[in-house]
């Protein structure tokens, strides 16, 4: 383990939150804030250690624990917290949160001086009805807030801050892409790891268990919760989706799908890889395995291509629409894509069908996303579908990941 | 670190949630529901990775990612899970949430149907103004709740979950304590090591560095955001409370306080330990920092012996009201302690003071808390505190932690 990751025992302790990562993020919803006609934005901080934290504070704030506080952004580029006495610290070491108020047992008291300061027309508070990401206010913190400005004309100033957080979480940060490639390294390295070890006799519970103790060796985390991180799919018994590792044994003739990512340095990767496992006397791929996943291939490129900026995030989908009919295979009526950072659904934008009922955008540089999806099932062999992440640029993408153009073969 | 923690690479995957664990809280949630008078409890589902999730849903279902869906449970111990069709796997996989709902792009529809089935007269849901672990459900998912029960007579049948996430959270089952009592072990394996390290001429980042290598050593967490765990009070001049580690230099003659605790297996820790640095010539301890030692000592050790069941929340800080004045040091007017558990602040109850306006309770068998609080300065010597960590049986308490009865010296 030592010589696999030797900043486990030695050197600085890494965190998610570096200042310089934070301070982008900063720049961005400042910028951003302005766009929108935002005057205030107001983000309550949190305990990050089981839930409960704002999606959006980590992101802003570093992953750092202070319960009962306010954090106050203006579009003037203005960072104020508002915090308790024992707490007074904590914002400073961020180096961007230098402004900070004692809320001496009054934090409303506090905040409504503060936002009478500011005299904002638009105050945007974290609440969607959408996009989870976004919905990082709680209930309870809504009441307490209507009653903090209850009586002044600013209880009537909240909006909500989806679009903001759909685009500041949306734009990637160089230093956030940077993380991102460095997890899907890492994804690559482990599923190279499993090539190795994938054989007949196998069940998926076994394939499950040596994928996570690499991803732990490496002193890294799962991209998604570890009971179903990576998903292994057996041949055509197993269900494709969200599911935990089986004790389906990997026979002989049959496909194994794994999704899978890893987390590194607080940013996800999620890709898709495929094997085929050759039957005795068998030297190659049979035809109907080859030619469905050639056509997916071929699916899953004609998404990447159609993800350039300022184009719908439906369309993607659109675009491939029609492909696995033309092949002889059954339609794909689902999304696409999803955008991918901190966490693997990473909120909007999301590449989904024109018709989901869920409210589109426009493809913007910087955005990160998966494309994936056309899983088809071929009778009697198994699941086939691929995953790739994709950067979109000033003027269309690039593929992160290391495209697989041939069935792997065990 | 093979030899320190195999289970890194070998043996089963830990998880935090085993059925046997969540089998305990949920059967505890329904003798609750049924002492409370409720008839149904809805959670929502989330995605756990960055934030946005109930701090109650891991404690039911587990740290697995499910978004968009509800947990549905009745006082007769009905649990249904109404979630999406690439996650009808996950829920049968806790071995406990084996009856599935396919929402099929209607999870409102199938929700209102649901509550139409159960016919409940009070609906609880998870929010609350006054504790942040009875409080996660965000505000776009009351509004989603809302609009789901709209035009029935159900929607104004919700009301607050706050007293029974406080009961189900603060009631212990024997297989959290044992969590606790190992994360208490290994805190105090820490600070043994610690203590071996600490010398004269170390700076408080050096001494925290040093803690969070030994964490990470042995495959663990810490117990609180890791910008500040430890928190390492060098002498008069760093200031107490929640502070990110500093370069001041620890002199002879001067105390060192260590405040921290590691999470094992989901369960926290939350310890203080006391070290005095000895001037040239030295022999002991000065009198002065042994009698504020042995002062404060006596203060945690009289909020121990006052927390036992039956007991409102505010008689621990009570009971050592008038100890420091006594012995001639500035009062302390804020809490002495608070549950432990999942979190290191974890929900009410909570030790406060009678007259701080956060909602009381009664102290109950089950309960783990901390004692602590009391700690003052000595001019040109430093900081001196102490916290232990009590788990409330039947009859009175036990102490889980080692307690510090002589000023360590280095």
Same mark, same amino acid.
């Given at each position: 383990v030592k010589g696999a990751n030797p900043m486990i025992e030695t050197g600085p302790i890494p965190t998610v939150d570096e200042p310089t990562l934070i301070k982008g993020k900063i720049e961005q919803a400042t910028q951003i804030m302005n766009e929108l006609d935002l005057d205030l934005w107001l983000t309550f901080t949190s305990e990050i250690g089981d839930g409960g934290a704002d999606p959006v504070y980590p992101m802003i704030f570093g992953e750092r624990d202070v319960p009962g506080g306010v954090l106050v952004m203006s579009r003037a580029g203005d960072r104020v917290s508002i915090v308790g006495g024992l707490d007074v610290a904590v914002p400073p070491a961020t180096g961007i949160w230098t402004?900070?108020?004692?809320?001496?047992?009054? $934090?409303?008291?506090c905040l409504a001086t503060l936002v009478r300061r500011f005299d904002p027309g638009r105050i945007a508070i974290n609440y969607s009805l959408?996009?989870?990401?976004?919905?990082?206010?709680?209930?309870?913190?809504?009441?307490?807030?209507?009653?903090? *400005?209850?009586?002044?004309?600013?209880? @009537?100033?909240?909006?909500?801050?989806?679009? *903001?957080?759909?685009r500041l979480r949306g734009r990637k940060s160089p230093e956030e892409v940077g993380r991102i490639r460095e997890a899907v390294r890492q994804t690559e390295s482990i599923f190279a790891e499993l090539g190795r070890f994938i054989r007949a006799g196998r069940?998926? =519970?076994?394939?499950?268990?040596?994928? *996570?103790?690499?991803?732990?060796? =490496? &002193?890294?985390?799962? @991209?998604?919760?570890?009971?179903? /991180?990576?998903?292994?799919?057996?041949?055509?018994v197993a269900?494709?989706?969200?599911?935990?590792?089986?004790?389906?044994?990997?026979?002989? &003739?049959?496909?194994?799908?794994?999704?899978?990512g890893v987390k590194v340095n607080g940013f /996800? @990767?999620?890709?898709?890889?495929?094997?085929? /496992?050759r039957a005795p006397g068998e030297t190659g791929v049979p035809a109907e395995v080859e030619r469905l996943f050639r056509t997916v291939r071929r699916g899953v490129d004609v998404v990447i291509e159609?993800? =350039?900026?300022?184009?719908?995030?439906?369309?993607?989908?659109?675009?491939?629409?029609?492909? *696995? $009919?033309?092949?002889?295979?059954p339609e794909f009526t689902y999304g696409v894509g999803h955008s991918l950072g901190r966490a693997t659904h990473d909120g909007a934008p999301n590449l989904g069908t024109k018709d989901d009922?869920? $409210?589109s955008g426009t493809i913007e540089p910087g955005n990160v996303l998966t494309a994936e999806g056309l899983e088809t099932l071929l009778e009697g062999r198994g699941w086939i579908s691929l995953e790739d992440d994709v950067l979109v640029t000033a003027t269309g993408n690039e593929v992160l990941s290391t495209q697989q153009r041939e069935m792997m073969v065990v």
């Open positions: 402004d900070v108020i004692n809320s001496a047992g009054d $934090p409303a008291g959408t996009d989870r990401k976004a919905d990082g206010l709680s209930h309870g913190q809504f009441l307490w807030l209507q009653s903090a *400005l209850a009586g002044t004309r600013y209880a @009537a100033a909240l909006v909500s801050a989806e679009e *903001l957080i759909r069940t998926g =519970r076994e394939m499950y268990d040596f994928t *996570l103790r690499e991803v732990r060796r =490496r &002193g890294l985390e799962t @991209a998604w919760s570890v009971d179903h /991180c990576p998903i292994v799919t057996v041949g055509p269900p494709i989706g969200h599911t935990p590792p089986g004790t389906t044994v990997l026979q002989p &003739g049959w496909t194994l799908q794994v999704d899978f /996800c @990767a999620d890709m898709q890889r495929m094997w085929y /496992c159609n993800i =350039r900026p300022g184009v719908p995030t439906w369309h993607p989908a659109e675009a491939v629409r029609g492909l *696995l $009919p033309e092949a002889g295979y009922g869920r $409210p």
